[in-house]
C-alpha cells in the first residue's frame, strides 16, 4: 500500500509541529496555566490558518 508510508510521515510532521508549538510557551511561562493558554491559543492560531489554506 502506498499511502502508508505517505501518512505515516504527515503524521510523524504534525507530531513534531505540535512538539515544536508546545515547547517554546511552556517553557517561557510563568505558571502552568499560563503556558496552557498560549499553547492553546497557538494551537487555535494553527487550526485558522491551516482552515483558510483549504479554501
Known amino acids: 500500500m502506498v499511502e502508508a508510508?505517505?501518512?505515516?510521515?504527515?503524521?510523524?510532521?504534525t507530531l513534531a509541529m505540535v512538539?515544536?508549538?508546545?515547547?517554546?510557551?511552556?517553557?517561557?511561562?510563568?505558571?502552568?496555566q499560563d503556558g496552557l493558554a498560549a499553547f492553546s491559543a497557538r494551537l487555535i492560531a494553527l487550526q485558522g490558518r491551516q482552515g483558510r489554506r483549504r479554501r
Open 5 to 13: 508510508p505517505c501518512r505515516k510521515a504527515r503524521v510523524k510532521n
Open 19 to 32: 512538539n515544536a508549538l508546545a515547547k517554546q510557551p511552556l517553557r517561557r511561562a510563568a505558571n502552568v
